[in-house]
């Protein structure tokens, strides 16, 4: 499946011109590539790390999944760094705490006008609903936030009604 995210409305950074994001279920878990549409030089990528779990890596270039479920839902970061991040959540931004709920970063490819991240993740079980969202920070420290949808009038992934796509 396909998918295509929208940068929030007053993003100050030129860049990227476009994020795209590639989804396929396979069974308990999703393979998520993330592509984005530009010269990659403008943003600025994490250093590379061993891969493993890691907080806080929305504060810099991160691609980002949320899946809705019978029991809350779970946010996803994947770092082009190789570090991962996943939370569970009982309602909207409510009971927050590290999820069981796994993810691999597989690591970046690209060419002169495009990079890709590629990752998976472990579905919840009773998955049914998906948020994508990526927040991109350029090499001169300006922030843009992509997403589905932005339904309030902040950059919000947890919003429900982000989560936009019925998982196959």
């Not at 079980?125 to 969202?133: F, T, Y």
Request: charged fraction near 25%; proline fraction near 8%; charge should be negative.
């Amino acid at each position: 499946m396909h998918a295509t995210l929208i940068p929030f409305p007053d993003a100050v950074a030129e860049y990227p011109k476009a994020i795209s994001v590639e989804f396929e279920r396979e069974g308990v878990s999703l393979w998520l590539r993330f592509i984005v549409d530009d010269n990659p030089d403008f943003i600025a990528w994490p250093d590379d790390a061993p891969p493993g779990r890691a907080d806080q890596l929305w504060k810099h270039t991160c691609f980002e999944a949320f899946v809705g479920a019978d029991d809350g839902y779970r946010e996803f970061n994947l770092s082009p760094s190789g570090l991962w991040a996943s939370y569970r959540f009982d309602d909207y931004r409510v009971g927050m705490r590290e999820a069981g709920e796994v993810a691999v970063v597989a690591g970046l490819d690209g060419g002169s006008d495009y990079v890709a991240l590629e990752g998976r993740i472990e579905l919840p079980i009773g998955a049914r609903r998906l948020g994508l969202s990526a927040v991109i920070e350029t090499v001169d420290g300006a922030k843009t936030y992509w997403a589905l949808a932005h339904p309030s009038d902040k950059p919000d992934f947890h919003h429900p009604d982000s989560f936009t796509l019925d998982l196959p």
